[in-house]
């Protein structure tokens, strides 16, 4: 089941991505009431998903059911603006140098131990929205990478039990300004400016995932292919990255962690950068979720 963050005349909803449509779950369950988003889904826990999934089922063959469009419970996609799965999540963690080809192709040897960093939530935006270019940069980056969406509260979580608190996963860009990141010893500023965290389509529920690390990642940009990978290249795979991180700092229902770019990043492209420029349409694959779509934008 793939879970999605849409807007219907400017209101923020959640609803169920299926052949091309979206089952509005305010509508579908009624007695819900307002509020309902992705994070409370999920703290709710297996119950209300279970429910969610069999309901959904239920509509299946009616998707094209003029009676269901006219109750505003089902709507073509096109017809709805997407926003990121998890609008504002708690934390972003993410992973740099998590691919050994993309460490190599840096100059660095690959880390003994998980290098984090994070974002904050102001830079989140959903599939199709804009991405601005910073009047303070002149080097714009772009990353492909699997992200993992917290599905339930834990700390200090063993490697073994790691994938009971996994929701699911969708598609990140960590977009980076390059002469800011390397400037000085941190990295966060230069990955923290407002767009600078694209997700989406959807949150792709790990059911329909049973192998994480087995998953073509792409990156486009106008149409060129820029990074080709697949996620079984990680260097810490997901279970540890879980352990790691949980290790004394709690992760909650709609935390996001960002598993790391493989190589062909803009900047270390030969025989020169490739950097992003207005304009710019960067696509973001990844198999089993789907295409997550951003122009670079001049503000």
């Known amino acids: 089941m793939k879970l999605v963050s849409f807007s219907l005349d400017g209101a923020p909803r959640v609803g169920v991505l299926a052949e091309g449509n979206v089952v509005d779950l305010a509508s579908l369950l009624r007695e819900a009431g307002e509020g309902l988003s992705v994070v409370s889904i999920l703290s709710a826990g297996e119950p209300l998903l279970e429910r969610i ?25 096109a017809d709805v603006k ?8 708690g934390k972003i963690i993410c992973l740099g140098l998590n691919y050994s080809d993309h460490a190599e ?30 009047k303070v940069s002149s ?49 966060f500023r230069g990955k923290s400016f407002d767009t600078f965290a694209p997700m989406g389509p959807c949150l792709t529920l790990k059911d329909e995932i049973p192998d994480p690390h087995n998953l073509k990642i792409q990156m486009r940009v106008n149409g060129e292919l820029r990074q080709n990978s697949s996620t ?14 949980s290790a004394g700092m709690t992760l909650e229902p709609g935390d996001v962690i960002a598993t790391g770019t493989p190589s062909g990043v803009g900047i270390y492209s030969k025989p020169q950068p490739k950097l992003l420029k207005p304009g710019d349409v960067m696509e973001a694959s990844i198999e089993k979720i789907g295409t997550l779509r951003n122009r670079v934008v001049i503000p």
């Open 139 to 187: 080097q714009l980056d772009y990353e492909v990478e699997l992200a993992v969406v917290v599905g339930k509260r834990g700390k200090d979580i063993p490697e073994e039990d790691a994938y009971d608190y996994v929701a699911g996963y969708t598609v990140f860009n960590d977009i980076s300004a390059r002469d800011i990141q390397f400037r000085g010893i941190q990295w």
């Open 105 to 134: 192709e840096a100059g660095m040897s690959p880390p003994e131990e998980p290098v984090l960093f994070s974002k904050p939530a102001t830079a989140v935006v959903g599939h199709d929205d804009p991405v601005i270019y910073p």
């Open 53 to 77: 999934r069999e309901a959904a089922l239920s509509l299946s063959d009616r998707l094209q059911d003029a009676g269901l469009r006219a109750k505003r419970v089902v709507y073509p996609l």
């Open 232 to 245: 079984r290249n990680m260097i810490f795979k997901i279970p540890y990255l879980i352990s790691f991180i």
């Open 82 to 89: 997407l926003m990121a799965p998890v609008p504002r999540p």
